[in-house]
């Protein structure tokens, strides 16, 4: 057998590798341009590293804007509700579709099928009536009620469990499991890398919404760290300098959260249900 290295992989790592250099560098340049000046990132010139070092822009975010940390709980508060719900849900709602026979379950499925047809800007609107009415603009609960499920990850999940061996279902109910026990117990351990992919594509969708903090948050005490870093933009000036620094501080917990999932999130890619 040859052990010469195939001419397609070469030409796959070369591709690979320029795709992630060219992704990396808008990123490295924003790092870089957080411990620079306004002056310095004004001035055009193509140095990609900072000629005066400084953490001066940290400081000034942190200890200078008084609404930063507020910005940070607000967004964490808020995304972590939302990920916790929809892993609830979504789950649930998925599980019930694929293994449970109830009235009306085709049609539900068809609901949800035609849910995802729907782009969210078109529900924006009924949205925010729905919230007015209710007294929920510019709180927690309308940002995180509207967002509490799913369409896309309640099939998603529906798919997953689908696929799962009815075989394992079948022996804890002859131990005596019920339905509940049996989800509980047996589906949602194994359910992990479908679950850790979900909990990774609802944050990171909660945690860069801007959308609905736009329209629903008024308040500055309320607001999101994306709508937050709005606020350095001005009509003749912009502070590019914090809203660089401030960036860097905002991607640190979606690296986190994929950093802690990662081993389930590959897991769920080559996850196969055991089923032949």
Do not use: C
């Amino acid at each position: 057998m040859s052990r010469t290295f195939p001419i397609w992989k070469i030409i796959l790592y070369t591709l690979l590798t320029l795709y992630a250099v060219i992704t990396l560098i808008p990123f490295l340049w924003a790092l870089s341009a957080s411990f620079k000046s306004l002056a310095e990132i004004s001035s055009g010139e193509s140095n990609f590293l900072p000629k005066n070092f400084t953490l001066d822009n940290y400081k000034q975010i942190f200890l200078q804007e008084p609404l930063f940390l507020r910005w940070l709980f607000n967004s964490v508060i808020i995304a972590v509700s939302v990920t916790a719900l929809n892993l609830l849900f979504n789950t649930m709602a998925g599980y019930a579709l694929a293994r449970l026979h109830f009235a009306g379950k085709s049609f539900w499925f068809l609901l949800i099928l035609t849910v995802l047809a729907v782009p969210a800007q078109i529900t924006l609107i009924p949205t925010f009536l729905i919230l007015k009415t209710l007294g929920w603009l510019n709180s927690y609960q309308g940002m995180i009620i509207p967002s509490m499920v799913n369409a896309t990850f309640i099939f998603m999940m529906r798919q997953f469990f689908v696929n799962f061996p009815k075989e394992l279902e079948e022996a804890a109910a002859l131990d005596g499991l019920t339905q509940f026990g049996i989800f509980r117990r047996i589906v949602l351990p194994l359910a992990k890398p479908a679950l850790a992919a979900q909990a990774v594509f609802v944050f990171m969708g909660s945690w860069n919404n801007f959308l609905l903090p736009v329209v629903i948050l008024f308040d500055p005490e309320m607001f999101t760290l994306p709508l937050g870093l709005n606020t350095f933009k001005g009509q003749y000036i912009s502070f590019w300098n914090y809203i660089m620094a401030a960036s860097m501080i905002f991607t640190i917990p979606a690296l986190g959260i994929y950093a802690f999932f990662n081993r389930y999130f590959i897991q769920s890619v080559t996850f196969t249900g055991g089923k032949g």
